[in-house]
């Protein structure tokens, strides 16, 4: 999340130290595209992590155990 504030930071930096208006909004074209992006893949990250936690808290981590009575490894069954 320290990705999103660097970005703004940076744009309003870059475009503070640029003197022509031409370059500006050249700069300013290219760089709304750039945030953009960022933005879609920020959300996207976010949105398959969101999917990839519930999916694995909803799968029970050790199997073997269903039924038996007893604890499964305290590993969580990444060890024989």
């Known amino acids: 999340m320290v990705v999103v504030p660097l970005v703004l930071t940076t744009i309003a930096v870059g475009s503070a130290s640029v003197g022509d208006l031409g370059k500006l909004g050249r700069l300013a074209s290219k760089t709304l595209l750039y945030f953009c992006t960022t933005t879609v893949a920020v959300f996207i ?36």
């Open 45 to 80: 990250g976010l949105l398959f992590a969101n999917i990839l936690k519930s999916r694995r808290m909803s799968q029970p981590l050790y199997r073997g155990t269903q039924g038996s009575g007893r604890a499964g490894p305290q590993n969580g069954g990444c060890f024989p």
